[in-house]
């Protein structure tokens, strides 16, 4: 599950939802809730992302928990309003991230996901 969704408290400006009336920014229909989690990063119940990501400074972007590779480079997720996807990741550092959090300055991918889970 997105770690912003129902997060016992917000850091570093990052938005928390606790109820579906919080989900505005991100509408809906964007924000993630479920997503597939790459099997050997599984460390929890929650898929964790960069707390204090700045989309104006890509050279500080960090890829936390990674998202699933087993559909033909992606993975399922759902959102707030109850459909689904399946997301392929485009850039390869996605598809070949080392277990630990990963420097990915520029990553697309991790922008997708950065936008998708939250609001700042």
Request: proline share 8%; aromatic share 8%.
């Amino acid at each position: 599950m997105n770690g912003f969704m129902g997060a016992p408290e917000a850091r570093g400006g990052a938005s928390v939802y606790r109820r579906l009336g919080d989900i505005i920014r991100p509408g809906p229909a964007e924000a993630l809730v479920f997503i597939e989690e790459r099997v050997d990063t599984i460390n929890d119940g929650s898929f964790s992302q960069q707390w204090d990501f700045d989309p104006n400074q890509p050279g500080g972007w960090v890829l936390r928990d990674k998202p699933g590779i087993v559909h033909k480079r992606g993975c399922n997720l759902a959102f707030a309003d109850g459909h689904a996807v399946v997301q392929r990741w485009q850039d390869p550092r996605t598809v070949s991230a080392p277990r630990d959090d990963a420097l990915m300055p520029g990553n697309a991918d991790v922008l997708w996901l950065q936008r998708h889970s939250k609001a700042r």
